[in-house]
């Protein structure tokens, strides 16, 4: 994939000293996390961390700060944003908004941070959020029509929705599926080898059909004589990227 900026923006948190605070855990993360996902994690810590400065202004260091002191902030319905738009607080972004002030929390008592929580502040029942949801499969509808549209679809799309339709891997790791993705188990079947971005380790060989087989030999020979600009040989690699 190609470099990206990211820019994170802390001003919605007033006090300077609590928002250097926030800013340095952060930067500390730097190595640990993957760019796409400090921007998320910043938007579930706004409610929490706005509200607290509503609460205490001239708050700069979690050092003092008990149970008590936070519920109201962990658990108000809404939070303000700065452009006074009142946004409500679901169930879900609340259990996020605690996972995230969990892992921050923790990490500033485990390195020693002066300004670290003494004590724990968030219990596992913060973290919480709406039940599990399972897979939703696509409808025979919705198939029917693919099907019908399919030889309309780029040869790229068409040889992915091969693939994803028997395997179901994530957008993410079909689009890094690489040319020697296929091999065969020990009776001669085929099966497709995988890397789990989410895991960030090699997904388990999954068994595919014979059509998927013959889709991924496709795409090899539409790629062929593409560039690869990554050297990982890409099975949907474009002259671009």
Known sequence: MNQSTFRLVFTFIANPRLRDLIKRY????????????????????KPFLTRLGELYPDLDSFNG???EMIEPALNHP????????????TAYRRAK????????FTYMRLHD??????????????????GFRGPRP?????????????HLLHPYVRNLVEILRVVGLRAEDAL???????????????????????????GRPLPVTN???????????????????????YLFRTEYG
């Open 26 to 45: 952060f930067r500390a993360r730097v190595p640990f996390w993957r760019p796409a996902t400090f921007r998320p994690y910043l938007k579930h810590a």
């Open 176 to 202: 890094h599926l690489r040319e020697d993705c296929l091999d065969w188990d020990a009776v001669g079947d085929p099966r497709l080898r995988w890397y789990n971005h989410k895991m960030n380790r090699e």
């Open 65 to 67: 700060l008990k149970r």
């Open 211 to 233: 059509e998927v087989a013959e889709a991924i030999k496709r795409q090899r020979e539409l790629v062929k004589d593409v560039p690869d600009h990554f050297g990982a040989r």
């Open 78 to 89: 809404y939070w303000i944003d700065q452009t006074g738009a009142q946004r409500p607080v």
């Open 113 to 130: 941070w002066p300004e670290a929580p003494v004590r724990p502040l968030i219990f596992p029942e913060d973290k919480i959020g709406r």
């Open 97 to 104: 908004m605690a996972s995230f002030l969990d892992g921050m």
């Open 138 to 150: 696509i409808p025979g509808s919705v198939l029917a029509q693919l099907d019908a549209h399919l």
